[in-house]
Nanobody, 120 residues
Framework: QVRLVESGGGLVQPGGSLRLSCAVS????????ISWYRQAPGKQRELVAT???????YYADSMKGRFTISRDNRKNTVSLQMNSLKPEDTAVYFC??????????????WGQGTQVTVSS
């Protein structure tokens, strides 16, 4: 069973920074794309950023220049450095990974989420 566990959420003032981490554990051979999503109250879940196994990255427009996604393939972890945080960044942040834990087909797993609140 593959498990994703996020950490690092909390309360931060506008303009502040937080670093989220996600650890992938279990029995698998390869982790492909890893993404961060977020969901604010009353809104749909949205993609924040994605990083491929070869470290190619994608960011949603509103996160470009403020957020940085990175991964450590040896430790099976991914991080999201969030700077210049705004109240509209308040949401539950979820880790998502495409993991090859079967002989042929990768499967998508989600973490349980970590709350980020940006408020003065």
């Amino acid at each position: 069973q593959v498990r994703l566990v996020e950490s690092g959420g909390g309360l931060v003032q506008p303009g502040g920074s937080l670093r989220l981490s996600c650890a992938v554990s279990g029995i698998f051979s390869i982790i492909y794309d890893i993404s961060w999503y977020r969901q604010a109250p009353g809104k749909q879940r949205e993609l924040v950023a994605t990083i491929s196994r070869s470290d190619s990255t994608y960011y949603a427009d509103s996160m470009k220049g403020r957020f940085t996604i990175s991964r450590d393939n040896r430790k099976n972890t991914v991080s999201l450095q969030m700077n210049s945080l705004k109240p509209e960044d308040t949401a539950v942040y979820f880790c998502n990974a495409d993991v090859l834990d079967t002989p042929t087909v990768p499967r998508t797993y989600w973490g349980q989420g970590t709350q980020v609140t940006v408020s003065s």
